[in-house]
């Protein structure tokens, strides 16, 4: 199955846009989705379709797509949004596939 | 409110099975597909296996990690959905949660989780 990269860690400071990107061959093809994951807690989708934002998941979380890149955007970062994000996928083959996780510290 | 609590987990010798549980409330299960996935500590996510809302095992699909020894399964009537791990190896241990599954056109994804139940393969 195909791979989705992601950068293990990212750091911001408190009110500044944090980005995570998730790159992958089949992104052009394919939407993205989002998972905010606190130790200890159920992982939360934050976003979905590439851009799209649930119900009850602040407006400062957004998503783009650009090639074989997707991006979460979290503008003006709180310290509440320190955790794990991991962006998942399908591949042309339809395979479950999530990127390796990326640690965001807001410090 | 959608709520999926896993049970089961603990530790296992190698070769060994057990059952996992995910009683699930707060929605229609048969309704929805339900997934297992799993996270090894300091890794990310893996997809282990889904079933559909009927439970028909010809909706049944693996991970191929776990082919032939991992089978989904689902009672409607009591809101559980199982994943049976038979001839568990030491790569198998990991903290395991249940999903719930929302489809995109040909893409599934999952829009509610549980907070996982850890499994630990060791002698």
């Known amino acids: 199955s195909s791979e989705l990269t992601q950068p293990p860690s990212v750091s911001v400071s408190p009110g500044q846009t944090a980005r995570i990107t998730c790159s992958g061959d089949a992104m052009p093809k394919k939407y993205a989705y989002w998972y905010q994951h606190k130790s200890g807690q159920a992982p939360v989708l934050v976003i979905y379709?590439?851009?799209k934002r649930p119900p009850g998941i602040p407006e400062r979380f957004s998503g783009s797509t650009s090639g074989t890149t997707a991006t979460l955007i979290i503008t003006g970062a709180q310290a509440d949004d320190e955790a794990d994000y991991h962006c998942y996928s399908t591949d042309i083959n339809g395979n479950h596939v999530f990127g390796g996780g990326s640690t965001l510290t807001v410090l | 409110e959608v709520h999926l609590v896993e049970s089961g987990g603990g530790l296992v010798q190698p070769g060994g099975s057990l059952r996992l549980s995910c009683a699930a409330s707060g929605f229609t299960f048969s309704a929805y597909w339900m997934h297992w996935v799993r996270q090894v500590p300091g890794k990310g996510l893996a997809w282990v296996s889904r079933i559909n809302g009927d439970g028909e095992e010809s909706s049944t699909r693996y991970a191929d990690a776990v082919k032939g020894r991992f089978t989904i399964s689902r009672d409607n009537a009591k809101n559980t959905l199982y994943l049976r791990v038979n001839s568990v190896r030491a790569d198998d241990s990991a903290v395991y949660y249940c999903?719930?599954?929302?489809?995109?056109?040909?893409?599934?994804?999952?829009?509610?989780w549980g907070r996982g139940i850890q499994v630990t393969v060791s002698s």
């Open positions: 379709e590439d851009t």
């Open positions: 999903a719930r599954g929302l489809r995109s056109g040909a893409t599934f994804y999952f829009d509610y």
